[in-house]
């Protein structure tokens, strides 16, 4: 059974430029989520995903977005990118529950962002 | 405003021995609290849970304890191996969000 899988694992990109990481959700799953983890903190939430749309959105900017495909895959892009940008960036995936309002999240092994 | 706090960075501890890890948290609405443990070149894995209404809960060498009253919580880990090493991030959540809000880690070694 296959985890969260995350791509690429790292990626070095210059001021300004634009960037999409993708992430694959744990099978069964229906959620994804993002995070950003920079060098000595903890995962900082960026949006959460289901059913194809944005749920819930984190203290993030507009250069920040998302999309969740048919499948449950998603991707996370950034424009404009800032030298603060780079970071760890993580995907995490769980199942929707009418029952819980805790859905346990499974996380990826992440993408390492620099931006140079 | 960081709203889960894990104000020891790191701890060491001897082998068998217990580690405690501490986290404390300010948001009164926070209602499910979370433990995950990261290796290096990892993503987090999902150690243990409480919710708000248990004090207590346990499972095999870990145990997680919520004083409400103080917004505290505590991972026990007995007995420690060196395996256990790793970096320990507690993470809170609020009925009806779908966020978690995690601390800044506390990095863990058991030294043999």
């Known amino acids: 059974d296959a985890g969260v899988t995350q791509s690429p694992t790292h990626l070095i990109k210059t001021r300004g430029q634009q960037v999409t990481l993708r992430c694959s959700p744990k099978?069964?799953?229906?959620?994804v989520s993002w995070y950003q983890q920079a060098l000595g903190q903890g995962p900082q939430f960026i949006f959460q995903?289901?059913?194809?749309?944005?749920?819930q959105r984190g203290n993030f900017p507009d250069r920040f977005s998302g999309h969740q495909f048919p499948n449950y895959s998603s991707e996370l892009n950034v424009n404009a990118l800032l030298l603060g940008d780079s970071a760890l960036y993580l995907c995490?995936?769980?199942?929707?529950?009418?029952?819980?309002?805790?859905?346990?999240?499974?996380f990826g092994p992440g993408t390492r962002l620099t931006v140079l | 405003d960081q709203q889960v706090k894990q104000n020891s960075p790191s701890l060491s501890v001897q082998e068998g021995r217990i580690s405690i890890l501490n986290c404390d948290y300010t948001n009164s609405m926070f209602d499910y609290f979370l433990w995950y443990k990261k290796y290096p070149a990892e993503g987090p894995t999902f150690l243990i849970s409480i919710s708000s209404i248990k004090d207590k809960n346990e499972d095999g060498r870990f145990t997680v304890f919520l004083n409400k009253s103080a917004k505290h919580l505590s991972l026990h880990i007995v007995p420690s191996q060196p395996g256990d090493s790793a970096v320990y991030f507690c993470?809170?959540?609020?009925?009806?969000?779908?966020?978690?809000?995690f601390g800044t880690g506390t990095r863990l070694k058991v030294l043999a």
């Open positions: 995490a995936s769980s199942l929707f529950s009418f029952v819980s309002s805790y859905n346990e999240q499974f």
């Open positions: 995903y289901y059913e194809e749309e944005e749920r």
């Open positions: 993470a809170a959540c609020s009925s009806g969000t779908y966020k978690y809000i």
């Open positions: 099978s069964g799953h229906d959620t």
